[in-house]
């Protein structure tokens, strides 16, 4: 059974504060996902990592996928409070297109 | 990317009754899944739903009581059937294209 452990499920900072976010498993993965989600609104993706030792970045977030592709993780700089939501990793499973989500991690950053 | 919509936004049911949920993608596309997310938690899969053939179910849901419906590759619906005051969550419903998903805005049920 394909897992996904993410950590921390809860993180409470100030803003201009760095945070990283942990997303790991002893499964490969052949690509992994992050999405962020606002309270009344569904997930929207943020980014997907396909190709092991992956770094992307958008704007302040820097996503990075593990050499092996078991892990990944998702590191904000200068948080604002605008970044406040409910963060979501997945990785496609090898079961036809099914993803396996990380337990999110809920960031609440106060001005 | 793919825009989908979902009705209802959020609704209020009586406990035994039914709730049918609409999920329309602005493209054709082959998968759909639904699933059930508790506020501030992770997302749990209900089922694949694949035009042309019966949903695939995940442990723990069972067609009697989240009956499925693609009648074509841009609809869906889930029904909640007899409903319990535990049914209450957020339902959502995504589409895949390739290995990404994308999700539906969601439908809050609370069940009284």
């Known amino acids: 059974t394909q897992l996904l452990e993410q950590s921390p499920q809860f993180l409470s900072i100030q803003e201009g504060e760095n945070l990283t976010v942990y997303c790991n498993s002893s499964?490969?993965?052949?690509?992994l996902q992050w999405y962020r989600q606002e309270p009344g609104e569904g997930p929207v993706l943020l980014v997907t990592?396909?190709?092991?030792?992956e770094v992307k970045k958008l704007k302040r977030l820097t996503f990075q996928f593990g050499d092996a592709r078991k892990d990944s993780s998702l590191h904000i700089t200068a948080a604002q409070p605008g970044d406040t939501g409910l963060y979501l990793c997945?990785?496609?499973?090898?079961?036809?297109?099914?993803?396996?989500f990380g337990q999110g991690t809920e960031l609440s950053v106060k001005p | 990317s793919a825009v989908i919509s979902q009705k209802p936004s959020r609704d209020i049911c009586q406990r035994g009754t039914s709730l049918t949920i609409q999920c329309q993608v602005d493209?054709?596309?082959?998968?759909m899944f639904w699933y059930r997310q508790q506020p501030g938690q992770s997302l749990t899969l209900i089922a694949t739903?694949?035009?042309?053939?019966?949903?695939?179910?995940e442990s723990g849901f069972v067609i009697d009581k989240f009956p499925i419906s693609r009648p074509n590759l841009t609809f869906s619906t889930l029904t909640v059937s007899n409903m319990s005051p535990e049914d209450s969550s957020i339902y959502l419903c995504?589409?895949?294209?390739?290995?990404?998903?994308?999700f539906g805005p969601g439908t809050r049920l609370t069940v009284l």
């Open positions: 997945a990785g496609a499973s090898n079961q036809g297109g099914k993803l396996i």
């Open positions: 493209s054709q596309v082959t998968m």
């Open positions: 499964s490969v993965f052949s690509s």
């Open positions: 739903a694949n035009q042309g053939s019966e949903a695939t179910y």
């Open positions: 990592v396909v190709t092991g030792g």
């Open positions: 995504s589409v895949a294209r390739g290995d990404t998903q994308y």
